[in-house]
């Protein structure tokens, strides 16, 4: 058993996080949220070699400087998180890959799985719940997934990629830099471990097996040329220029990575040669695809305690405790942009029904507050739904 404890990993506390801008079309590998605060928490990283796993348990707070959160774009605090992955020490590749899409198609459905967790315990998650919405009735359609990283799209991330969920919990979409700055300039720097175990690095490998030359990787992807299918009402239309994960196309060849911007050779770590994935700076950036079988605990709102989401209290808790993982679970379900607030068009069922008198100052937004203090439905008259005083 090996057990190794990082505490306040990677500290840098006067170093300037200014990057210089790479732009592909409206697709960017750094974001104008200048990095000048550092987390009044302390980073706590746990690993654990057991039997066939490698146990990573974290904080989820990054020990290196971040945006100003909240901001315009994003109305989260960080806080800290009880993480816990697991990762098979013996990866093996399948026949198929598995897409971090539910739809199992690049930028298609919600975000089924987390990508990978960083060396210092913050989650690598390539997706954000962005779609494509009617603007008439203002349905979402989910087979239209925003791109993270498009400068189209604010999600209020920082310089190092990365922002809040209304959870508290700090995370990249793209290359997280404050960890990728500590490395030795034109390194091959192991930045963390995929979902199926596999290791991933940044941007450079080895040019061949035998070589110890290193040179920068670039992915196989490419921009759509044309215009989207569409009509505009209920799905985009326009010109292809990265507002959506769909307007980007593998071309087998096109670059020196796979599918799944991965690759097989040799790395410092695994001398003898491994399957690994590289973080590119141009899309994907993060990989949206696994060669492996990703475990459980990397699953968006499922798999181990702490995996993805926050550690709720049980069900059988009666007290206040109860109400409380009710309403985290309701915004881990229905906040679909991320922005800590509930619009009638994402919340569903009961909520929906009831959204006027839940929102209790009338803005047009239903916030954890608000949901936490309304009334219970069972004390609602019959023949009262939608009035208001």
Known sequence: MKNILISSLLLVAHISFAQEKATVNTFSVTNGNECTEMVTYESIVTTTEKGKYRILK?????????GKFPNSGNPNTISPQNKTYKITLKPKKNKKLTSVYSDGMLGQGRPEYIFGVAINGVKMEPTAMEFF????TREINMAWSKEALSTNVNLGDDCNNAHVQPTGEYHYHGTPWGIVKQAKENSMFLLGWAADGFPIYYK??????????????TSSYKLKTGNRPGDGITAPNGQYDGTYARDFEYIEGHGDLDEANGRF????????????????????????FFVGTPHKSFKVGGGMRGGNREDFPRRNNRSNNKERQSVDQLFQQMDTNEDGKLSKEEVKGPLQRNFSR????????????????APKPQGRQRGQRGRRQ
């Open 265 to 288: 050779g040799k790395t410092p770590e695994f001398p003898n040669g491994t399957y690994y994935y590289i973080i590119t700076d141009s899309f994907p950036s993060l990989p949206r």
């Open 133 to 136: 919405v009617n603007p008439n």
């Open 204 to 217: 450079y490998g080895y040019a061949s097996a035998e070589s110890t030359q290193l040179v920068e990787m």
């Open 358 to 373: 839940v929102d209790a100052n009338d803005d047009g937004f239903i916030t954890r507050k608000e949901l936490e203090n």
């Open 58 to 66: 974290s904080n989820a707070i990054p020990a290196h400087l971040t």
